[in-house]
């Protein structure tokens, strides 16, 4: 059932002049598995990392609509290396649909001497995010589909709380506060 309430889902014929906020609910939910895709890229194009096989235990999945982005970079990802309950969650990535170059800057400019253990991550294609149902159109500010801003917690391969923002692109419901407690 779930399978087909998704393909109903990308049928649905949308608007051509949606605004940013105006998009579908986002799917992934409470009991789903990680995409196993290679597809997602760390530092350079040739290092492929698949949070499926990646991801051993717990984890936290954080996705952000662009690096170097405001909110992205004021306050999201600094309010995770900042929390006192980080490195309780595991292995932490921070994926963005942008290449892996800027998304390693963009990790070396929040957390230079990298003590958070935070890995960021690319995604280039937008392939992961699209298996996670978690895309929006957002053509009239970055220029292509982007990722939803979430985070989800991860325990053996299956999401087991997710945190996605209702607007798209808010900071409240995917905050470090929330997701960590």
Not at 74 to 94: C, D, M, N, R, T
Request: a positive charge; hydrophobic letters at 40%.
């Amino acid at each position: 059932m779930f399978a087909a309430h998704r393909l109903a889902t990308r049928l649905r014929v949308r608007p051509q002049a949606a605004s940013f906020h105006n998009t579908a609910p986002a799917f992934v939910q409470k009991g789903d598995a990680i995409p196993d895709l290679d597809v997602l890229v760390e530092g350079s194009p040739g290092n492929r990392v698949n949070l499926a096989k990646e991801i051993k235990g717990k984890g936290l999945i954080i996705g952000t609509p662009a690096a170097f982005s405001p909110a992205c970079s004021s306050s999201h990802i600094p309010g995770y290396i900042a929390h006192p309950k980080l490195k309780e969650a595991g292995q932490v990535f921070v994926i963005s649909v942008n290449d892996p170059f800027v998304t390693k800057a963009w990790g070396t400019t929040l957390d230079p001497a990298g003590k958070s253990g935070i890995r960021f991550l690319g995604d280039p294609t937008g392939k992961f995010s699209e298996a996670l149902d978690v895309t929006f159109d957002s053509t009239a500010i970055f220029g292509n589909q982007r990722s939803k801003r979430y985070a989800l917690v991860v325990e053996d391969g299956k999401v087991k709380e997710a945190y996605v923002e209702p607007d798209n692109t808010g900071v409240n419901v995917s905050a470090a506060g929330n997701v960590l407690g």
